[in-house]
């Protein structure tokens, strides 16, 4: 008994064991069937490589994407490339959350470092921060214990507190947009090279003779700058999409005031001058030329640099100026700068004075205003009549790319009117080229067709005048036409045209035609991407399991 007994326990583990094989087998069969594929070297997992789900899951995927893109260094300058396009973003303020200005600005230079990318440049879109001196100062009042009461250490621990909250706040939310910025090379306008950059600045302001005192504050002379600039203005020097800012600003310049670059706060870069105790003389030192004898000899100055003073400095000096770097001399002077109408004179303007003034060269020509952002109606958003509208909401609802799409779609230096509707029409737009997309899925794989591109067509000539004009409204910076008429000719000339007339090529498997339209379905997804990036890499890598990010749009 006890013999039949142990081989009837040997025979039930053989079968066991036969049996766990039998289905490791089988489901190893179906992974292979369904041409499962799990990246490599970061790349976030895609199943079933070759399938779209029935709509793009930007909840699950959108963040996925973003962070293979960082993990491929996709956002990093390609210094193989001759053509070099830089822009410096205007950094928000640490203290802030993302508002529609933020997303506007994040969409228009996302746009752009995305376009030049594909038009084989060497793309530099550098990230940044502000530390805002005022309306930090403010916030770290409020947050004390006892805001009449307080010592140093105090302020500057919950100084420290705020900025680490909100720089990862406002950082992390300007990824949800999808900005391709290089964040390796990020900037924060409190680090050691901005305070360097400005105490060397302070010097040269100094040698030159426009440094003066006058309430305890410090001013620089500006006329002389000004002028200057007025006279490269009046030249055609420079390129401005809206000619009554620069009208205004010309204005702005003809009556410039002095600048009082000092305040009498503890948030910001400490003024590294110094006043001898009894010829009351002053130098400008930097804190590694300070020592026991100045020490004894000299007063330093109690004020803070006014935050314009530091952001004015901006595009050189987050570039490593006054050094050499090789960032400075490859990327100096940037390309563009993207902001807003309302600080063209406070920043733009000022950033180009002291540009000509420190490094010779106007740190940019081109400068792109967008409007600001209002309800229906024309009213600007505010909490006190509920008519704003958060980005990040939107994100949630409908994905980042809905929210970029509509931005660009109505982007001018005119004031933009938003409700949410729009993002809705914009999601159902991005969904019927997805859902374009899977149609081309579903008949390749259902007649066994490789996923090629075949160029020659009957839709050849055409796509070319589209790509033709799509190239040609980016570097107008034609924004409204540019999404216009990209969107038009995806929908009516494409789908509701040259599919409709070929389906049934489709379904009877004409590989030549199939192919052809994957050709002229990819090159509309490789333009679209400039515009809604997620939704375009997902769906460009499940037909060619490659990253759409750096392929190029060739005429």
């Known amino acids: 008994?006890?013999?039949?007994?142990?081989?009837?326990?040997?025979?039930?583990?053989?079968?066991?064991?036969?049996?766990?094989?039998?289905?490791?087998?089988?489901?190893?069969?179906?992974?292979?069937?369904?041409?499962?594929?799990?990246?490599?070297?970061?790349?976030?997992d895609t199943v079933k490589r070759n399938s779209l789900s029935k709509h793009f899951q930007f909840k699950n995927k959108e963040d996925l994407i973003y962070n293979n893109w960082i993990n491929e260094s996709f956002f990093k300058p390609d210094n193989s490339k001759d053509k070099t396009y830089y822009i410096p973003m205007p950094p928000p303020n640490i203290t802030g959350k993302l508002h529609l200005g933020h997303a506007t600005f994040l969409t228009i230079q996302d746009f752009l470092t995305r376009f030049y990318r594909k038009q084989d440049y060497c793309t530099f879109w550098q990230p940044g921060t502000d530390h805002a001196g005022l309306a930090t100062h403010q916030k770290i009042i409020e947050s004390l214990p006892s805001p009449e009461n307080y010592t140093q250490a105090d302020y500057f621990k919950a100084a420290n507190k705020i900025k680490s909250k909100h720089q990862k706040i406002i950082t992390n939310q300007m990824k949800k947009?999808?900005?391709?910025?290089?964040?390796?090379?990020?900037?924060?306008?409190?680090?050691?090279?901005?305070?360097?950059?400005?105490?060397?600045?302070?010097?040269?302001?100094?040698?030159?003779?426009?440094?003066?005192?006058?309430?305890?504050d410090w001013y620089i002379s500006m006329k002389g700058m000004a002028l200057e600039l007025i006279n490269n203005i009046n030249n055609d020097y420079f390129i401005i999409n809206d000619e009554g800012s620069m009208n205004e600003l010309l204005h702005m310049l003809n009556n410039i005031e002095d600048w009082c670059i000092s305040r009498q706060i503890l948030w910001g870069a400490k003024m590294p001058i110094y006043t001898h105790k009894i010829t009351k003389n002053i130098i400008i030192l930097s804190?590694?030329?300070?020592?026991?004898?100045?020490?004894?000899?000299?007063?330093?100055?109690?004020?803070?640099?006014?935050?314009?003073?530091?952001?004015?400095?901006?595009?050189?000096?987050?570039?490593?100026?006054?050094e050499k770097t090789k960032n400075f001399e490859?990327?100096?002077?940037?390309?563009?700068?993207?902001?807003?109408?309302?600080?063209?004179?406070?920043?733009?303007?000022?950033?180009?004075?002291?540009?000509?003034?420190?490094?010779?060269?106007?740190?940019?020509?081109?400068?792109?205003?967008?409007?600001?952002?209002?309800?229906?109606?024309?009213?600007?958003?505010?909490?006190?009549?509920?008519?704003?509208?958060?980005?990040?909401?939107?994100?949630?609802?409908?994905?980042?790319?809905?929210?970029?799409?509509?931005?660009?779609?109505?982007?001018?230096?005119?004031?933009?009117?938003?409700?949410?509707?729009?993002?809705?029409?914009?999601?159902?737009?991005?969904?019927?080229?997805?859902?374009?997309?899977?149609?081309?899925?579903?008949?390749?794989?259902?007649?066994?067709?490789?996923?090629?591109?075949?160029?020659?067509?009957?839709?050849?000539?055409?796509?070319?005048?589209?790509?033709?004009?799509?190239?040609?409204?980016?570097?107008?910076?034609?924004?409204?036409?540019?999404?216009?008429?990209?969107?038009?000719?995806?929908?009516?000339?494409?789908?509701?045209?040259?599919?409709?007339?070929?389906?049934?090529?489709?379904f009877n498997g004409d590989k030549e035609i199939m192919q052809h339209g994957l050709y002229i379905l990819s090159e509309f997804i490789n333009m679209f991407h400039c515009i809604i990036p997620f939704s375009t890499q997902e769906i460009y890598y499940s037909f060619f399991q490659e990253d759409i990010i750096t392929k190029e749009i060739k005429i």
């Not at 804190?287 to 006014?306: A, N, Q, V, W």
């Open 177 to 216: 947009i999808g900005a391709s910025c290089d964040w390796d090379q990020e900037q924060y306008t409190l680090s050691d090279n901005f305070i360097n950059a400005s105490t060397y600045a302070l010097k040269k302001i100094q040698e030159a003779g426009l440094l003066y005192k006058k309430e305890n």
């Open 330 to 506: 490859k990327f100096y002077p940037a390309n563009i700068i993207e902001t807003g109408a309302d600080i063209l004179f406070f920043w733009c303007a000022r950033m180009l004075m002291m540009g000509k003034f420190l490094t010779g060269k106007y740190p940019f020509k081109e400068i792109y205003l967008h409007g600001m952002c209002r309800d229906k109606e024309g009213r600007k958003m505010s909490k006190s009549l509920g008519n704003g509208i958060d980005p990040l909401d939107i994100i949630e609802k409908y994905g980042a790319d809905a929210l970029r799409f509509t931005i660009l779609s109505k982007t001018t230096h005119k004031d933009i009117k938003l409700e949410e509707e729009n993002f809705s029409d914009s999601f159902k737009f991005i969904n019927k080229i997805w859902q374009s997309s899977r149609f081309f899925q579903i008949h390749f794989e259902k007649q066994n067709i490789e996923y090629k591109t075949l160029k020659n067509g009957d839709f050849e000539e055409r796509l070319m005048e589209i790509k033709k004009e799509f190239i040609k409204n980016a570097n107008k910076r034609a924004f409204i036409d540019l999404t216009r008429s990209l969107q038009h000719a995806f929908k009516h000339e494409f789908c509701d045209e040259w599919i409709e007339n070929n389906k049934k090529s489709f």
């Open 287 to 322: 804190d590694e030329e300070y020592d026991i004898e100045i020490h004894r000899d000299f007063i330093r100055e109690d004020s803070c640099f006014d935050t314009w003073f530091t952001s004015s400095l901006y595009p050189f000096a987050s570039l490593g100026w006054p």
């Open 1 to 44: 008994m006890l013999e039949v007994s142990s081989w009837k326990s040997e025979f039930d583990a053989r079968n066991k064991r036969v049996l766990i094989l039998k289905i490791l087998i089988v489901l190893l069969f179906k992974l292979i069937l369904n041409k499962t594929f799990i990246s490599i070297g970061g790349c976030y």
